[in-house]
């Protein structure tokens, strides 16, 4: 085997990204000495309280947010569920929700859950083959019952950016509580909470090169939300459960960086998904899903289909070459049903699963780009050359060769 050391193409960062040095570095002393529970009366509780209470200032500054409407969670996964379960628990007169088919896992099972127990009536706006809401759908879903509507801002798979200022607006005056699941957005778009008619909106760190296992819910001063789960009296008595004092601190560290740095990391980010995306796009019978590179795109956000493969055997070959992406969100990637938010836009079974998601951050540089792209290139050329049947013609949309090369491979 050669000495060589395989380069390797970390394009996953829809699903992680890594810590940077300054997050960890403000986070070691909490992992160290000053271990105290924020919860105890002595120095060490006070100091570990004092912190979480500076990092709760700090991320609620990064938001555009006041301290009071910040509670710290252990993902946006629990962020989700505690805003949408904590209204519905608290505005019992009111069973009807209006979600996005193409939310995370967190809100779509969730709402799901309800209707089929009949807990709530549940209306799924549509969408149009980039994942777009229709505001005027929006308009004519909402009932004189309705408790909230809950549009994803950034979206995990395909990187759809909601207009949710319109959206909001339109729940706003229906008296209708508007949630968004923003975990995709910090650092990558510029937004301020204090001027959305936004009522709740959830958070992670992980994917702002903060640490796993930390979360946040904004809620809007003035909303209620009761809690889900029985303890003590953390988070401002909405969220029991001994904070987790070093992810908080590296958390509010890396909503700092993210806004901090964001004009000039993005600009290199999308200088870098523009190459890339061109380059894969250059391969025969490819589309992007999702809106194109431009104000309704997540930064370093790139689905594509490669048409008559499978995407988890691309995935398995790009992975042994060192090239990380994947096939879908991590919460769902190793189900074998289709990507939800990959037919609701109109993507047939079989291109669903031929697709695979690249998204760079500001740690990707250019040899990363061209890795992936070679490694990618020779990947599905060697796999179509097992294929029975690919027309000629490239199209720009593949979904009619598609369906007539899935039939033909199934008589």
Wanted: proline share 4%.
């Amino acid at each position: 085997m050669s000495g060589t050391q395989k380069h390797i193409a970390y394009l996953d960062n829809g699903d992680s990204t890594q810590m940077l040095p300054e997050v960890l570095e403000a986070m070691m002393p909490y992992l160290s000495h000053s271990y105290g529970n924020p919860a105890s009366l002595h120095q060490l509780g006070l100091d570990a309280e004092n912190a979480v209470d500076d990092a709760r200032d700090s991320l609620a500054e990064s938001l555009g947010a006041k301290s009071n409407e910040i509670y710290f969670t252990a993902s946006a996964t629990e962020s989700n569920n505690l805003a949408l379960s904590g209204l519905l628990a608290n505005y019992p007169d009111k069973r009807h929700v209006v979600v996005s088919p193409i939310e995370h896992a967190s809100v779509r099972n969730l709402v799901k859950q309800w209707q089929k127990n009949g807990i709530a009536e549940v209306t799924f706006l549509d969408v149009d083959d980039n994942g777009m809401v229709d505001p005027q759908h929006l308009k004519k879903s909402l009932r004189d019952d309705t408790l909230f509507v809950s549009i994803i801002h950034g979206n995990n798979e395909i990187g759809t950016l909601q207009d949710i200022k319109t959206l909001g607006e339109i729940c706003r005056e229906r008296d209708v509580f508007f949630h968004s699941d923003m975990a995709q957005s910090l650092g990558k778009v510029p937004f301020n909470l204090s001027e959305l008619p936004i009522d709740l909106a959830s958070f992670n760190s992980h994917k702002a090169h903060g640490p796993k296992g930390v979360g946040a819910l904004y809620v809007r001063r003035k909303v209620k939300v009761r809690r889900i789960m029985e303890g003590g009296p953390q988070e401002q008595n909405l969220r029991p459960g001994t904070e987790n004092v070093p992810a908080i601190i590296g958390f509010a560290k890396a909503a700092e960086i993210a806004v901090r740095d964001r004009e000039v990391a993005m600009a290199q980010v999308e200088s870098l998904t523009q190459k890339l995306s061109e380059k894969l796009l250059s391969i025969p019978h490819t589309r992007l899903n999702g809106p194109g590179h431009g104000p309704n795109r997540l930064p370093g956000s790139i689905n594509i289909t490669f048409s008559y493969i499978e995407g988890e055997a691309v995935l398995m070959r790009l992975n042994l070459q060192g090239v990380y992406v994947s096939s879908g969100s991590a919460c769902s990637s190793r189900a074998l049903v289709p990507s939800h938010v990959l037919t609701a836009i109109g993507l047939v079974h079989e291109e669903a699963h031929g697709s695979i998601r690249y998204t760079l951050s500001r740690l990707n540089t250019e040899a990363d780009v061209e890795h992936a792209y070679q490694v990618t290139l020779k990947t599905v050329e060697s796999l179509r050359a097992m294929t029975a049947f690919i027309p000629e013609e490239h199209s720009e949309r593949e979904s009619d060769h598609a369906k007539t090369f899935y039939k033909k491979k199934s008589e």
